[in-house]
């Protein structure tokens, strides 16, 4: 089983990067929705990193994971 995240970086106030990531993405999710999204988190100033608010996006990436279940007994 493959568990995907979502991880978005972006720039702060004092121009280091911050990252927020989302678990349990969609298969389908596109480019242009990730974008609008970082374009929303920035322009509604919903989160706030140690460095400040954040400013502008850097970058976004689907990160995935495979999960092998061991049945232990």
Request: net charge negative.
């Given at each position: 089983?493959?568990?995907?995240?979502?991880?978005?970086?972006f720039?702060?106030?004092q121009?280091?990067?911050?990252?927020?990531?989302?678990?349990?993405?969609?298969?389908?999710?596109t480019?242009?929705?990730?974008?609008?999204?970082?374009?929303?988190?920035?322009?509604?100033?919903?989160?706030?990193?140690?460095?400040?608010?954040?400013?502008?996006?850097?970058?976004?990436?689907?990160?995935?994971?495979?999960?092998?279940?061991?049945?232990?007994?």
């Amino acid at each position: 089983m493959a568990d995907r995240s979502l991880v978005m970086t972006f720039t702060n106030q004092q121009g280091s990067r911050a990252t927020v990531t989302l678990p349990a993405v969609r298969d389908d999710l596109t480019e242009l929705e990730v974008s609008a999204t970082m374009d929303t988190i920035v322009a509604e100033n919903i989160f706030e990193s140690a460095g400040g608010d954040l400013i502008g996006k850097h970058s976004a990436q689907i990160t995935e994971r495979n999960v092998t279940a061991l049945t232990v007994r």
